[in-house]
């Protein structure tokens, strides 16, 4: 089984994405070119952003389509200020519109950016911070308790996303590590996802983050 990712980010998904995808999909291999996959490998190419994205979206499908040799199509991208419904509806549309398959396609949409999803794992967020901004975050929107992908924009942010954004870097800030997203650092090690799994089994939140790991585990039948 052979799989194309389309995603969004400039920098992190292409760093995230193969990381999470080792931990979780083992057997499962990254090609540097799309013609190069044989068996149980994979292509990822990134978008430069939204709405940049569909402006690759015509030429990854052709090649995808004229390789034959793949079985799934994904995109994934980030919701920002619309609904993961919407972009879905949004996605399938310009995809099958281009000439893909329906069947082929699967859709990640991440709510409401990646930054949302390392905001899930509960064992990073301070009890008791001392930074000043970090805790006026938690009074606005705990992350503990509630969940990361439904978090309200705080006032003074231009976007919900780059609230998201600063709110998981003054987390990073708060236990001593460095996060950038040309550098995402500890969010790729596997007792991280690890955690962000355990949430998502356990509770009702972030349904998004769930459909990755729905693809991980559709990827990791088709291959054993």
């Known amino acids: 089984m052979n799989v194309y990712f389309l995603v969004e980010g400039k920098h992190t998904e292409r760093k995230v994405y193969p990381a999470w995808l080792g931990h979780l999909v083992p057997g499962f291999t990254k090609v540097d070119h799309f013609h190069s996959v044989i068996e149980n490998n994979y292509f990822l190419v990134s978008g430069e952003g939204y709405p940049s994205l569909f402006g690759h979206l015509q030429n990854a499908i052709e090649d995808f389509n004229n390789a034959g040799n793949y079985s799934l199509f994904v995109i994934a991208l980030d919701v920002d200020d619309s609904t993961p419904e919407d972009r879905v509806t949004e996605v399938v549309e310009r995809a099958t519109a281009n000439g893909l398959n329906e069947e082929q396609l699967r859709v990640i949409p991440q709510n409401c950016c990646i930054e949302s999803w390392f905001l899930g794992n509960q064992r990073m ?68 996802v690890e955690e962000l799994k355990s949430r998502v089994e356990s509770t009702s939140q972030m349904a998004t983050l769930s459909t990755f790991f729905s693809l991980c585990d559709e990827i990791s039948e088709k291959i054993s």
């Open 125 to 192: 967020i301070p009890r008791n911070p001392q930074s000043q901004l970090l805790a006026q975050f938690i009074r606005h929107y705990d992350v503990r308790q509630n969940d990361p992908e439904l978090m309200p924009i705080m006032n003074g942010f231009k976007s919900i996303g780059q609230f998201h954004d600063k709110y998981f870097r003054e987390v990073a800030r708060a236990r001593n590590l460095r996060y950038s997203k040309t550098r995402p650092g500890h969010v790729m090690d596997l007792s991280y």
